[in-house]
């Protein structure tokens, strides 16, 4: 049973920058693919990022590429979300997820999913 616990959420200003761990226990990431999701109140749970943790990423939203990065610390197995340049439209609870994935290099729905963490939530003020 694989369990995943996020921090680092909280409320930054817009343009300011927050970074978003998610750790593992139970089992080691190696063979899974890790997606990032975000969930703004009312609305649908949203890829941000996912990739196989042995491969590195392979899918941004557009609405976060080119302002996070994603990496991990295999000793710590944990996972990192990093993100810059923060919007309002940001604001969300950020999830972390795990998923076999069979023989994909990401998975972009969150049906797709096997495994979530509690959720962070990210608050950017105007």
């Known amino acids: 049973q694989v369990q995943l616990v996020e921090s680092g959420g909280g409320l930054v200003q817009a343009g300011g920058s927050l970074r978003l761990s998610c750790a593992a226990s139970?089992?080691?990431?190696?063979?899974?693919?890790v997606g990032w999701f975000r969930q703004a109140p009312g609305k649908e749970r949203d890829i941000v990022a996912s990739?196989?943790?042995?491969?590195?990423?392979?899918y941004y939203a557009d609405s976060m590429r080119g302002r996070i990065t994603i990496s991990r610390d295999n000793a710590k197995n944990t996972v990192y979300l990093q993100m810059n340049r923060l919007k309002p439209e940001d604001t969300a609870v950020y999830y972390c997820?795990?998923?076999?994935?069979?023989?994909?290099?990401?998975?972009?729905?969150?049906?797709?999913?096997?495994?979530w963490g509690q959720g962070t939530q990210v608050t950017v003020s105007s």
């Open positions: 139970g089992h080691t990431f190696s063979n899974y693919i």
């Open positions: 990739g196989r943790w042995s491969r590195g990423v392979a």
């Open positions: 997820a795990v998923g076999v994935g069979g023989s994909f290099n990401y998975l972009s729905a969150a049906a797709e999913y096997d495994y």
